[in-house]
């Protein structure tokens, strides 16, 4: 239903559609297994380093049928600016290229929640004169807030962002 809404949309050229990265774009499932379904940080921070995570195939699908339609994607994720390079790498291994730009978390925004980053980044773009058409992500917390457009909520039964 809200990925028939989005197909919908009439196309502008600052038309962008939001996508998340964790959970969303990639698959962490088998990292999640190696730290027991808990947190370690030095495995976390290993899986990222080693590019570990897998593209999710239906995530890629919906990309690839927004980018040819003529849309722009943006990344925006939680995950912190040290590990820009990591990420970018990661996504554009498990073949997510074309993309407009990946907006990681920078140490001053740090102390925002994620809703409260993930709005801030959609207002700044917002009045940088992109229309956010759309965001997609697993947590209400990509999602919830200003200038999301269609929100596309995928399923995530590992773990909960507040
Ligand atoms: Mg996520």
């Given amino acids: 239903m809200q990925k028939k809404n989005l197909i919908k949309l009439r ?4 038309s962008v559609v939001i996508f998340d990265v964790d959970e969303t774009a990639l698959n ?21 380093e080693e590019l570990k995570a897998p593209a999710i195939k239906e995530t890629q699908d919906l990309y690839f049928y927004l980018l040819n339609k ?5 990344f925006l994720t939680g995950r912190n600016s040290s590990e820009y390079d ?4 990661n996504l554009i291994q498990e073949g997510y290229s074309g993309f407009d730009t990946l907006i990681t978390q920078s140490k ?4 925002l ?11 700044e773009l917002t009045t940088q004169g992109y229309e956010i058409v759309g965001t997609v992500g697993d947590q209400w917390t ?14 995530n039964y590992l773990y909960e962002i507040k």
């Fill in 28 to 48: 962490n499932y088998g990292l999640a297994k190696q730290m027991d379904f808990g947190y370690v940080y030095d495995l976390n921070k290993k899986w990222n």
């Fill in 86 to 89: 990591v990420t970018y790498k």
């Fill in 142 to 155: 990509d999602l919830n807030g200003p200038y999301s457009g269609i929100q596309i909520k995928l399923p």
């Fill in 11 to 14: 196309l502008r050229n600052n």
């Fill in 113 to 123: 929640k994620a809703q409260e980053f993930k709005s801030k980044v959609r207002t």
């Fill in 70 to 74: 003529g849309f722009k994607i943006i």
């Fill in 108 to 111: 001053e925004n740090q102390k």
